[in-house]
T-cell receptor
Framework: NAGVTQTPKFQVLKTGQSMTLQCAQD?????MYWYRQDPGMGLRLIYY???????DKGEVPNGYNVSRLNKREFSLRLESAAPSQTSVYFC?????????????FGPGTRLTVT | AQSVTQPDIHITVSEGASLELRCNYS??????LFWYVQSPGQGLQLLLK??????LVQGIKGFEAEFKRSQSSFNLRKPSVHWSDAAEYFC?????????????FGKGTKLSVKP
């Protein structure tokens, strides 16, 4: 099992460019999440998908869109990148039902917007 | 709204010394509590979790945490720190019956270990 995988690992964008961050999980989890991590801020939820076919906004959704492509894959798109979106982005997944809320995290994508 | 506070931004301990990382949460109902560890350049790994029952929970890598409802705390402890424990530690909370997105993280405590 690879767990949660993310591509790319690193990316540099110019202001105004667009890109999509990819995330996939092989644990048959129902729920998936995108977080951003900034120094001194901990992790903040951008969007999540409780189950295939549904997505919801988290704490900091502005400037992002997501697609739950299928049960395995959950992508994050920046339509017009801004320097404020320079961050480390983590994807996570969880079973999503019952009493367990344990989330499993990918290795992260380090994004720099110049 | 629920929140998590980790009062210590950075802690340095000597190898072999004991460790306690503090976490306080703010929420009226019964929370689900977690501690995650992040090694440099890595994703987050779950150390332990508390859902209910015994308030002292054991985790991986020799860590334990104690839930104290009266103090709204969930402090992480380890009796003897190893150099490989140097990392950043995050406390997180979610609430029973909450939506799947309701995992709230503290800002983290960075642990340095002196030889």
């Amino acid at each position: 099992n690879a767990g949660v995988t993310q591509t790319p690992k690193f990316q540099v964008l110019k202001t105004g460019q667009s890109m999509t961050l990819q995330c996939a999980q092989d644990m048959n989890h129902n729920s998936m999440y995108w977080y951003r991590q900034d120094p001194g801020m901990g992790l903040r939820l951008i969007y999540y998908s409780a189950s295939e076919g549904t997505t919801d906004k988290g704490e900091v959704p502005n400037g992002y869109n997501v697609s739950r492509l299928n049960k395995r894959e959950f992508s994050l798109r920046l339509e017009s990148a801004a320097p404020s979106q320079t961050s480390v982005y983590f994807c996570a997944s969880s079973e999503g039902t019952g009493t367990t809320y344990e989330q499993y995290f990918g290795p992260g994508t380090r994004l720099t917007v110049t | 709204a629920q929140s998590v506070t980790q009062p210590d931004i950075h802690i340095t301990v000597s190898e072999g010394a004991s460790l306690e990382l503090r976490c306080n949460y703010s929420y009226g109902a019964t929370p689900y509590l977690f501690w995650y560890v992040q090694s440099p350049g890595q994703g987050l790994q779950l150390l332990l979790k508390y859902f209910s029952g015994d308030t002292l929970v054991q985790g991986i890598k020799g860590f334990e945490a104690e839930f104290k409802r009266s103090q709204s705390s969930f402090n992480l402890r380890k009796p003897s720190v190893h150099w490989s424990d140097a990392a950043e530690y995050f406390c997180a909370v979610t609430v029973y019956g909450g939506s799947q997105g309701n995992l709230i993280f503290g800002k983290g405590t960075k642990l340095s270990v002196k030889p």
